[in-house]
């Protein structure tokens, strides 16, 4: 398990399931580390920055031909979209438990993605096919398409090197800006230029392709309730698609996996404009973060079908045996202040007690007591509700998110509440501007501050009545003390 955290854990589980084996890798700073204890055997990589621990792809295989290891899987983040990392750890005789290194090569360019699937009639977003540098080219372009305009780094992901432009005099420097961005996050300055969609929605269909050229979609998820352009919330199904279009999108998106001959779990990203269009985006080559919701509502495990076909056996399931089973949301739990523009809050967790229930499920990798380390991504846990529809759901997630006590650290989850709540996201008329539209800080201590009320209300209340069950009986004399006498 080529991975730390929540997600080594969730998939380490599967694997026991499976009555397989497994071996964790960890740093020195994941010692101790819940999914470290968890599995058959652990090896340590190094010290804590990841350069010289789960980066380090050649002391993990070397790990594991010592191991005799059959197969790795990287996750999600770290290697797990290294497209030269799946090449060698074939290469040393291993299964990577992903897609085959060309399908990943292609579609780890946004560019090359494009130029796989333009042939299968798939949507596009207006812009330009190919990756610029020169600023005269930026200028022609955007003339063309019509501000405003979107400029995005060919190599990147998470918002890097991501730039919307507005009008003309600005793009020059925002051009600088992102290729600045892009070649120090990525190595790689190329970025291209779409036409800008407003309002936008992020739709997402998962797929799953086995290596006899069975390919299937397990619907849509949502995830345009997003910081920084880092999703937050998720939801499947999403509360504006017909079925027609699920079935559309859904073609589109196996449509995309063929394009590239691809295996394994995959996502296909599309962008959504206030028409319910409907244009490609991307294709991510691994297990997602919000894979948890397409579980709950098809009853499907991605990591087992995961194993399964890297094994090379057949998908035992074809579309028409999938169904939609009710609705689920997710919250990405991480230690992360609201308050102050979502930075990342370290320190250690003093206090961590997780929701129960039926329809409640909690992916995570920390303790009570654990430090959050600094080296790493925040996230704490996946937190994920499910119900017979979006409204019970909603009311379960809410209902959780009051019953998870996390101290030490300032996490997301008062965020969470304050989507949850908010009419916007409950009537399903959101976008991807909801934080910009919506949020301030100040809004979650107006909440805080009217609960903190409340809650001195009930308890003064309370308080009161107790006191008037336990009042004592004055100026009776007591009949066992005058027998005594």
Known sequence: ???????????????????????????????????????????????????????????????????GVDGIHPGYGFLSENAEFAQKVEDAGIRFIGPGPEAMRIMGSKLAAKECVKHYDIPMVPGIDKAIEDIGIAHETAKKIGFPILIKASAGGGGKGMRIVEKAED??????????????????????????????????????????????????????????HQKVVEESPSA????????????????????????????????????LNFYFLEMNTRLQVEHPVTEMITGIDLVEEQIRIARGEKLSFTQDDLRIHGHALELRVYAEDPLNNFLPSIGTLTRYVKPVGEGIRVDDGFEEGMPIPIYYDPMIAKLVTWGMDRTEALQKMKAAIRDYHIEGVATTLPFGLFVFEHEAFVSGHFDTHFVKDHYTPEKIKEKQKDNAAVAALVALTYLLEQQSITTPVVNKTSSWKRRLA
Request: proline share 3%; hydrophobic share 40%.
């Open 1 to 67: 398990m080529a991975n730390r955290g929540e997600i080594a854990l969730r998939i380490m589980r599967t694997i026991r399931r499976m009555g397989i084996q497994s071996v964790a890798v960890f740093s020195e700073a994941d010692r101790n580390a819940p999914h470290v204890l968890y599995a058959d055997e652990a090896v340590c990589l190094g010290a804590p920055p990841s350069a010289q621990s789960y980066l380090n792809g050649d002391k993990i295989i070397a790990f594991a031909k010592e191991l």
């Open 171 to 228: 793009l020059e420097e925002q051009m600088q800006r992102a290729v600045s961005e892009a070649r120090s996050s990525f190595g790689d300055g190329s970025v291209f230029i779409e036409k800008y969609v407003s309002s936008p929605r992020h739709v997402e269909i998962q797929v799953l392709a086995d290596m006899h050229g069975n390919v299937v979609h397990l619907f849509e998820r949502e995830c345009s309730i997003q910081r920084r």
């Open 240 to 275: 504006i698609l017909t079925p027609e279009l699920r079935k559309r999108m859904g073609e589109a998106a196996v449509l995309v996996a063929r394009s590239c001959n691809y295996t394994s779990t995959g996502t296909v990203e599309f962008l959504m404009d206030d028409k």
